[in-house]
């Protein structure tokens, strides 16, 4: 049975709304329960954007960070199937869980894996790795943090590249306090060199700025696999965006990241890069040790998979994540390893030599766990004092940046078990608040 479904939605605007939130502020309004069948339904739902600010400073426009404003939008008409409707996605407790262990993620003998011999595409690595030939860098910083402070700030530069260069190599160096940096390949026109009030992920719904690398530890090397890189223009704008917590007794200290970029050869080019960026949003993390459920989300025909790394913020034991063909199927595990097993504050980011190849019939399935030492249960959210559950994962040949969502009981099913933008009208609903 076909149910219209006609929401409004008071979308808060402050800049503290993050892209996230967004999105499952616009899966909730879009609530389909209890509604009649032909029946338009004109409900004002409020969303529960719980991702306050950690930082009485200004933001980009200059304007306090506490300000919120309401607005109440009506939404296209969009028509639903009762029947897609998925059960509440709500976190499992399980208090006999243990520290992170990939035990429960063995393979099963009816396991189909993915496929890693030479891609459809009729692509060819090189066995040789192409030479670098250029490196230009760049920084965000620096300012100082209290003990106890946290916030996210964003730098957006012009690089010095006088001519279209090729990435195959990102470097990063960190300072203490951390939590990760974002480098964007941004299409913006205004360079804004000194640090400001940012939100994070924001960005990856705007116009071509998309995320070239999520890094979390002080120093890390992203090597693609040879003739493999991200295109750079000339004289390319990128936005950095650190997110730093300063966990540290009693010491001040100055957050300060450091970004080399390094260039191959046009002529060495075979394929261009990009990334999958997937994560649930719909936690309840209770008191004590629990898990959530598995979730799947697919991946596109002919994406081969270079590497791939998990995300939670400090309460987090595990991100599991395996090459699956649904929900239900164990597949077969990719991440974490025996030799390398998780940590919140430096996870590790697994590669695969040769690429993972996905022919559309199997997807990531993850699910993440924890450890909640407070007295309260955590909700999503970016303050390391709430929690995530992300992954991210690098491929070729380009099919965009694709980001997508666990959706679970946000708004009763009404998005459907994936939300992947761009593509799905949630995306495009929320365009015009961002």
């Known amino acids: 049975m076909l149910t219209p479904v006609r929401p409004f939605l008071p979308l808060m605007k402050s800049r503290t709304t993050t892209l996230i939130a967004a999105l499952a502020a616009a899966m909730s309004a879009c609530d389909t329960q209890a509604q009649a069948p032909g029946v338009t339904q004109d409900a004002t739902a409020t969303p529960d954007l719980n991702d306050v600010a950690t930082s009485a ?33 709500t ?27 030479e891609p459809d595409t009729g692509i060819v690595l090189p066995t040789v790795r192409p030479p670098i030939t250029t490196t230009v860098s760049t920084f965000v910083g620096d300012w100082d943090m209290q003990s106890g402070a946290e916030t996210t700030k964003c730098v957006v530069k012009r690089l010095d590249n006088t001519e279209a260069l090729w990435i195959s190599q990102i470097r990063t160096v960190l300072a203490k306090g951390s939590h990760h940096l974002v480098i964007y390949k941004s299409d913006e026109t205004v360079e804004k060199p000194t640090p400001f009030n940012c939100d994070p992920f924001v960005q990856t719904l705007k116009g ?17 696999p040879n003739g493999v890189a991200f295109k750079f223009e000339p004289n390319q704008m990128v936005r950095l965006e650190a997110h730093y917590n300063n966990y540290y007794p009693d010491t001040v200290i100055t957050a300060h990241g450091d970004v080399y970029f390094d260039g191959i ?21 209770p008191v004590g040790k629990s898990s959530t459920p598995w979730r799947y989300i697919s991946v596109l025909p002919d994406t081969h998979v270079f590497a791939v790394t998990g995300h939670t913020h400090a309460y987090g034991t595990n991100v599991e994540i395996t090459a699956s063909t649904s929900v239900d199927d164990e597949g077969m595990s990719i991440y974490p390893t025996a030799e390398a097993p998780f940590t919140w504050d430096e ?81 495009d609903y929320i365009q015009q608040f961002l």
């Open 57 to 89: 400073e200004t933001g980009e426009d200059g304007a306090p960070e506490t300000t919120v404003e309401e607005d109440t939008v009506v939404a296209p008409d969009t028509t639903v199937e009762n029947d897609t409707a998925v059960a509440p996605d």
């Open 265 to 285: 050869a046009a002529e060495d080019v075979v394929a261009e890069a990009n990334m999958l960026f997937y994560g649930n949003p719909d936690l309840d993390i």
């Open 347 to 427: 996870p590790p980011v697994e590669r695969f030599d040769p690429a993972m190849t996905f022919d559309g019939s199997q997807g990531l399935r993850y699910r993440c766990s924890w450890d909640n030492t407070t007295d309260e249960a955590l909700g999503f959210g970016e303050s390391a004092r709430r929690e995530m559950c992300f992954l991210w994962a690098y491929y070729y040949p380009s099919q965009g940046y694709r980001l997508c969502l666990s959706p679970g009981s946000i708004g009763n099913g009404v998005a459907g078990d994936e939300v992947c933008c761009p593509g799905h009208w949630v995306c």
């Open 208 to 224: 071509n700025t998309f995320p070239l690398m999520i890094t979390q530890i002080r120093e890390e090397t992203l090597t693609f």
């Open 91 to 117: 976190t499992v407790d399980n208090d006999t869980a243990v520290a992170p262990d990939t035990a429960d993620t063995a393979v099963a003998d009816t396991t189909v894996t993915p496929d890693t011999t």
